[in-house]
């Protein structure tokens, strides 16, 4: 089975060195090879499972109960404008592109 590493690495945008290439298209043919040999294995006797610890999802309502008036949340700010909380920037530039 021959795989396209460049085609594969410019869809993901991924910059490989030649070496990389040569590396990643072993590396990939393993794991194939290996999905391939899974397929064989007969499971028709096997039950289908999509989670195995048996814990189940708990919803509740989502219910809205009294909580601090904006005044009651704003009150303790350092800084605040027009009625929200005031923060130094969390992103930069360099975090961001």
Do not use: C, W
């Not at 590396?23 to 499972?49: A, F, G, P």
């Not at 809205?64 to 704003?74: G, I, K, P």
């Not at 130094?88 to 530039?93: D, F, M, N, Q, T």
Request: a negative charge.
């Amino acid at each position: 089975m021959k795989i396209d590493i460049k085609k594969l690495a410019k869809l993901a945008n991924i910059p490989l060195k030649k070496d990389e290439e040569e590396k990643l298209e072993k590396q990939l043919e393993e794991t194939l090879k290996y999905i391939e040999s899974l397929n064989k294995i007969d499971t028709s006797k096997t039950s289908e499972t999509n989670e195995v610890t048996d814990l189940k999802n708990v919803f509740r309502e989502d219910i809205v109960e009294r909580s601090f008036t904006q005044e009651e949340a704003l009150k303790n700010a350092k800084h605040t404008y027009n009625g929200f909380f005031v923060v130094k920037a969390v992103l930069s530039e360099e975090m961001t592109s």
